[in-house]
């Protein structure tokens, strides 16, 4: 059996913890019982205590962070670690293309920040995507190899099944442009060939996600592309009825 879609939302820098709290309760209430797909919420790091206390366990919803460190503990002033999220968080996002362009984290950073993750016994979510300019020049299948592979070649076979791997077109982050299906799907299938050959030739359930401007009204369509397994989502994520709106789009 497949894993179920994936729906995670990323909260970026926004939200204070009473909004974090009133945002997680609101996406609770409007959750169905089986809401057919994995909801995870990835709010900031000073509301991850908030959420959690008001997920209280709920089977529907995973809680993550935005990033962590790659070391475990040590002299990194204003720094967090993978274990210290461990006691609130299922997932870590690794690789969003904010931190790769704004704070300057190169692949190996990616790939060490992924290892933290693993270690911690969390499951990182590693997001690869082309900017418009490598898209512009053809770059985009030697871009989306090169990251993915940086990040997935040569984990253990147990490490690669928890990993889930994100397509997001930097261009399309925020700009209310989505990839084309078409699109979509040709990116996943170069990201799906990367996963096999971490996993030696097997066909692994690793779930791919689409993300770049995923609405409620865009969902079934953008998700609908062959092999993307659910959504990272930014904007909408930010309001509940949106963000539950795409749950129930892909919903199984
Ligand atoms: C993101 O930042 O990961 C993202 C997909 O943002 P948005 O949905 O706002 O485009």
């Not at 962590?68 to 996002?93: I, N, R």
């Not at 418009?132 to 989306?144: D, F, I, K, N, P």
């Not at 690669?160 to 989505?178: D, F, H, K, Q, R």
Request: proline share 8%; hydrophobic share 45%.
């Amino acid at each position: 059996m497949p894993p179920p879609p994936l729906i995670a939302g990323n909260w970026k820098m926004h939200q204070t913890p009473p909004q974090a709290a009133d945002l997680a309760a609101k996406i609770l209430e409007l959750l169905p019982p089986n809401p057919g797909v994995e909801v995870l919420l990835i709010p900031p790091y000073p509301c991850l205590q908030t959420v959690h206390e008001v997920l209280q366990g709920d089977p529907r919803v995973a809680l993550g962070a935005q990033n962590c460190h790659w070391e475990d503990q040590g002299a990194f002033t204003g720094e967090v670690s993978a274990p210290m999220l461990k006691a609130w968080c299922q997932y870590t996002l690794v690789g969003h293309s904010e931190r790769r362009q704004l704070f300057h984290e190169t692949d190996d950073i990616v790939r060490s920040k992924l290892e933290a993750v693993l270690r911690a016994g969390m499951r990182p979510v590693l997001a690869v995507g082309e900017t418009a300019e490598e898209r512009r020049l053809g770059q985009t299948h030697a871009v989306l190899a090169r990251q993915a592979r940086a990040g997935l070649l040569g984990l253990p076979l147990d490490q690669l099944l928890t990993c889930t791997v994100a397509y997001e077109p930097v261009w399309a982050i925020g700009s209310g442009a989505a990839a084309d299906p078409s699109d979509i799907a040709e990116a996943t299938a170069i990201l799906r060939e990367v996963v096999e050959e971490a996993a030696s030739g097997q066909a692994p359930a690793v779930r791919i996600l689409y993300g770049g401007s995923v609405t409620a009204d865009s969902a079934a369509e953008l998700l609908g592309a062959r092999g993307v397994a659910g959504a990272l989502v930014g904007g909408a994520s930010l309001k509940a009825p949106e963000f539950c709106g795409i749950a129930a789009a892909v919903s199984r």
